[in-house]
């Protein structure tokens, strides 16, 4: 432990207090934060606390949850509050390193999730200089920052993708491009049924339904399925095939994206239909951004077997989905703009990605004392 940290005991510098539960009254009209075991959960008319504390989740999923609270605020009997805090601690630094010191690991491990106050009471925890507090503390929410922005800027673009596709989509349907039945323009199939292996057969890797997400596939977890050597050929996936779900849930009915051959020899499960395009009139692209725009949303919702929360098509409504068809000019416009805004999209994403990896380095490495303040800002103000 670095010299001028000190390690206490958490009863000594916190007094925590359950929180109190909420009547009926104190929802209306209100305008302070509730804080209950999930964190914010609402709205109250009265404070239960004036000053800045912080909370930690007391039952449920999330005990042991953190939250910083700024302002006056509620709290429920779901959570603990830090009635008093003892002098010498920055706010920001202590939410920081709770969260880090990860107190769900506490909680009880019979019946509801529950973390009891006087088992944090037994815990020991570090405790910097001040001045070296707030210099970690501005160092990591710096970080979350930089990671709440970059997480902004994917929704944005990505509702800007959604915009430019309903308008482009609804400009070409208004337009003078053929509408036609999606069978005339590409061939529609079915994956293999599991547990109809045959003689002689040959395991092969395929994709589920957890694998076609919306615009991607994801082949981080692939499974296999043994098939007859004679049925490999009419399964197998080709390098442009658009892969689109069935349903179930009702945000999987009609989800897909084009497969890009990564894996070959490849195939698909009976929940998933295989499109391969004539691409000489459709390009795959253009398929997959119809099928995912409102339009194509619109469809598979009007013509699906519907249930409570549950929502399936079969291949003949697919086939007679009706698509626009203009120029390949046309279409290769747009889905290169498509694609420029996945890039940026991408681009994005993977810089939210390696913040938080950053960041949960540099928590490690700075709240344990392991690494210097000066050395972690050196860092971040490379970046």
């Keep these: 432990m670095p010299a001028k940290w000190k390690e206490v005991k958490f009863a000594s ?11 009926r009254h104190e929802e209306a009209a209100g305008r302070f934060p509730v804080f209950g075991g999930n964190g914010l959960s609402g709205l109250a008319s009265r ?3 004036q000053k800045p504390t912080f909370v930690v989740g007391r039952v449920g999923e999330y005990c042991g949850s953190v939250h910083m609270v700024q ?3 509620w709290v429920t009997d779901n959570a603990l509050w830090a009635r008093s805090i003892s002098p010498g601690w920055d706010l920001g630094y202590l939410v920081h390193y709770l969260q880090w010191y990860d107190l769900g690991r506490f909680r009880s491990r019979t019946g509801q999730p529950l973390v009891i ?3 944090l009471g037994k815990l020991r925890v570090r405790k910097p200089p ?8 501005q160092i990591l929410d710096t970080l979350d920052r930089w990671i709440s922005n970059a997480g902004i800027v994917t929704e944005k673009l990505d509702k800007i993708a959604e915009g430019l596709t309903a308008s482009e989509f609804h400009r070409i349907g208004k337009g003078s491009a053929p509408t036609v039945r999606l069978s005339s323009v590409a061939s529609v199939n079915s994956g293999v049924t599991l547990g109809t292996e045959t003689g002689g057969a040959i395991a092969i890797p395929y994709l589920r339904v957890a694998n076609v997400q919306d615009g991607f596939i994801d082949t981080t977890e692939m499974k296999t399925v043994r098939v ?3 049925d490999v050929r009419r399964y197998l996936l080709q390098a442009g095939d658009v892969l689109l779900t069935e349903g179930g849930d009702f945000d999987k009915l009609g989800r897909g994206a084009v497969w890009d051959g990564r894996i070959n020899p490849c195939i698909c499960q009976n929940h998933v239909f295989r499109v391969r395009c004539d691409q000489s009139q459709v390009i795959p692209g253009y398929l997959a951004a119809y099928a995912a725009s409102a339009a194509g949303k619109r469809y598979f919702l009007s013509i699906a077997k519907q249930t409570t929360n549950l929502a399936t098509i079969n291949s ?5 989905m009706p698509l626009p068809v203009p120029s390949l000019a046309v279409q290769q416009a747009l889905v290169a703009v498509l694609e420029s805004h996945k890039l940026r999209i991408t681009a994005e994403t993977a810089r939210r990605d390696q913040l938080r990896l950053l960041k949960q380095g540099l928590m490690e490495d700075l709240l ?3 690494v210097r303040v000066s050395e972690a800002e050196a860092v971040v103000e490379g970046l």
């Design 368 to 370: 344990s004392g392991r």
């Design 117 to 119: 106050q006087g088992e």
């Design 228 to 230: 007859g050597r004679a």
């Design 13 to 23: 510098e916190f007094t925590l207090s359950s929180g109190l539960a909420l009547g």
């Design 130 to 137: 001040i001045g070296e507090q707030r210099r970690i503390a």
């Design 47 to 49: 404070p239960l606390t």
């Design 71 to 73: 302002e006056p605020a």
């Design 316 to 320: 003949t409504q697919l086939k007679a």
